[in-house]
Every structure is written in structure tokens, then in C-alpha cells.
């Protein structure tokens, strides 16, 4: 199904985000109304993907905690991937940019790629979504939002603003990993000292229940899973909070490792 917008209708937030995204720029405030359901969040979220000058490469997915989980009836939010902002991990630290006053982390998370376009339905499970997956990748998502409090104010706020996504960082593909996923864990450090451990165990459900329910939420807003988009599952040590000039690695031992730098972000995106 096409996801068409009139962009003159995009929504007073939806503006705000996506241009103080493309500039570069902080907001100190909300730029309006704050969602109070996150089908309302994902309805400003709509309007700035079709306001967004750039093709949907794939989608995060973020843990929604108690006991928020329970209030917006939902374990997990979902945010675009544009193509500009996926990166492959290579030997020098992979640089990425960051808003000044702005909020960015980095997250370790193992990546699924989908190998065919999934059918347009709901009632995706686990064991359903499995054939989908063609490869699984190690990678870093970079969070990131012009606005500070962007993770303060419940779920729907997060949403509403990509999914505070801004940018993925692919390492290697992970061999064998559909005997190995329940197994695999990693670190992350920065500026060299270890601050999170974990592994695909610390998802609810593991990485594939984040794709089934990823899949189950693009069905209720009319939008498809394409094949080769990638599918960030979510952050297997948390969420790191990272500063411009700061270097972070993400360790997922015999699966490799992935180094990356935090710089100022220098906005004007075509």
C-alpha cells in the first residue's frame, strides 16, 4: 500500500521536528500539543516521514517500560530508519552527528533484514515472522532528537519524533544466528569503560517478537515491510546517553565489534 501525504497539511509538530532536524538545530520545548495516545504520536510521526527527504531504509523498535507499557497498551514504539542515515561499520570509528543541547545515545542491537516483502496482514507471531529474515546483522542505533526531553514526557512523545532514531550503524552479519540468538550478548563502552551488558535475552521476546510486533503495528497504519529493509530489534545493553566528542564501542565478541564518534552535527540536510 502507498503512504501518500499532502504536505501542507503536515501538523504544526511534524514541521517543527523535521526542520529542526534538517538544521541541525535544538528545540527547548515541545514544538506543540504533546500526544496523549500513541496513535496519535504515530500520526505526527506519518506526516514527518512524508515531509522527510529520504526513503524509509528500515525501522528501530523501542522498549516501552512500566508502567507506561500497561497505560498505552503497548510493550514497544516504532521509528523510521532513513537510507542517509545508515552507515557501515568499517575499521575506523564511524562518525555520526550530534545536536547540540539537543539528545542522542547509542544502543548495541542485533539487526534482522528481511528477505522478502512480508504479506499485508496482521496476527504476526514469533514463530511466523522467522521465515521472513534472510540475515541478521550486529549494529548500533543511534538515538537521537533536537529536543532534550524527548524520552521524559511517556511513550507517545518518543514516537512522535521518529521514534528518537537518527541513524543506524550495520557491523557484520551474524553466521549461523538462527541457532545462536538466544545465546548472543555484547557490551557497550564509552570513552573505553565498559557502561552496559547484555544480549539478544534482553529483549522482551528476543529480536524476532520485536519484528512480529513491528510488523502487527505497520499493518494498523496502512504501511508495508519491504524486503531488504532492516529491522533495529532494540537496545540489548540500554540506552547510552553520548555527548559530541565522545567514542563509544559496542562488543559483540566473536561477531565483531563496532567503533563510533560522536560530532557536532552541522545540519543543512538536503
Known sequence: MSHAHDNSATSPVARAFVSARRGGR???????????SLAAAYAIQDEAIAAWPDRVAGWKLGRINAPHDVNFGAGRLAG??????????????TRFGV???????????????????????????????APLVSRA???????????????NHGPAVTASDFGNNAGLILGNEITGWRDRLSDLTCTMSLNGIVI????????????????AFLLNLLHQRGRRLEAGQLISTGAATGVHDILAGQAAVADFGPDGHIDCLAVPATGAIA
Open 137 to 151: 546483522f550486529i549494529g548500533v542505533e543511534i538515538a537521537g532528537s533536537p529536543f532534550a526531553g524527548i524520552n
Open 80 to 93: 523510521p530508519i532513513f537510507s542517509r542515515n545508515v552507515w557501515t561499520a568499517g575499521h575506523s570509528p
Open 196 to 211: 552496559g551488558r547484555g544480549g539478544a535475552a534482553a529483549i522482551p521476546g528476543g529480536p524476532l517478537d520485536s519484528l
Open 26 to 36: 535544538a528545540l527547548r520545548d515541545y514544538p506543540g500539543v504533546q500526544p496523549e
Open 99 to 129: 545536536i547540540e543541547d539537543g539528545f542522542a545515545a547509542v544502543e548495541a542491537e542485533y539487526v534482522l533484514e528481511l528477505g522478502e516483502t512480508a504479506p499485508d496482514r496482521g496476527g504476526w507471531t514469533v514463530d511466523t515472522v
